[in-house]
């Protein structure tokens, strides 16, 4: 079977809504607009569901844009943390959908059908439209899946297990932010994505990270606590972001209840303007231990 005309076909789908005005924002730019870009399609959809959840606790306000692409699995299997739970007033989907985030529920904006979350031009498509529907003075990026360092993040199972490598992530990332400027914070809500290589790929297109160096508890950030800050405080910058992201996650699993409780976590905010330096200082090392 030749599925190229296929892949084009979604690939239409996925331009023709997101580019219909009718989801455009005739409002004042908002201090933030937050992209979150959820494979939920494997083992980490029911914890996603609950991520998305705890961001309704709080959800989208005349300052801050709470934007999503979530793309869910056709299976049910609970025990193995899949999920045919509504969420936010939406029957249960297998597909992927374009969400406003709001207080109390999903606003769906479209659905775009099945679509590989590991296809770099998804990912670009999804920053440029979602920044073009809510523009804002600063914007976040946050990925929500399985991450597995240097060799990339994302695991969609709808899509042979695909993910986005180093090279796949930054293509992405240099045509989104041509049109939409250096993202103001990049998160990585998986784990073991907080390395050199990583920092090294995002840091031309944002100013901040937030990774963990060792694996992620499967509840992952405490978005509870992360939407109650910035909406306290909306014209906090990245770095007051990023620290109030670390702060709640170690209050989250060493403060909170004892099945919350991990003692090997780990989660840092990386200034992203330090890369360069520290890369001239790595190369120059290697060449130090050359000439011995």
């Not at 003075?137 to 990925?143: A, D, M, R």
Request: net charge negative; hydrophobic share 40%; charged share 20%.
């Amino acid at each position: 079977m030749n599925l190229k005309p296929f892949a084009l076909l979604i690939g239409s789908i996925f331009t023709l809504f997101l580019s219909s005005p009718i989801y455009s924002q005739a409002s004042p730019p908002a201090e933030w607009t937050l992209m979150f870009y959820m494979d939920s399609d494997n083992d980490l959809e029911l914890p996603q569901m609950i991520d998305l959840t705890e961001m309704m606790e709080v959800g989208s306000t005349a300052q801050i844009n709470i934007v999503a692409l979530v793309d869910r699995n056709v299976s049910g299997d609970e025990d193995n943390n899949y999920t045919n739970a509504d969420v936010g007033g939406l029957k249960n989907w297998t597909t992927a959908k374009y969400l406003r985030v709001e207080k109390g529920r999903l606003k769906e904006l479209a659905d775009l059908g099945e679509i590989n979350m590991g296809d770099p031009k998804n990912l670009a498509d999804f920053i440029e439209h979602a920044a073009k529907d809510f523009p804002a003075k600063k914007y976040s990026l946050v990925f929500g899946d399985h991450g597995s360092g240097w060799p990339g993040i994302l695991h969609d199972e709808g899509n042979g297990e695909d993910g986005l490598n180093m090279t796949e992530l930054n293509s992405a990332l240099a045509r989104a932010t041509k049109n939409v400027g250096k993202l103001e914070l990049i998160g990585f809500d998986a784990c073991l994505m907080a390395n050199f290589e990583v920092a090294r790929t995002v840091s031309p297109y944002a100013k901040y990270m937030v990774a963990s160096q060792e694996l992620e508890p499967g509840n992952g950030w405490n978005y509870v606590a992360i939407m109650n800050g910035l909406n306290a405080s909306p014209v906090m910058d990245g770095k007051t972001l990023g620290e109030g992201i670390t702060r709640s996650y170690k209050n989250f699993y060493s403060g909170g209840s004892q099945g919350n409780r991990d003692a090997s976590i780990t989660l840092s905010l990386t200034d992203l303007s330090k890369i360069d330096a520290l890369n001239t200082a790595f190369a120059d090392l290697a060449a130090r231990n050359q000439t011995i």
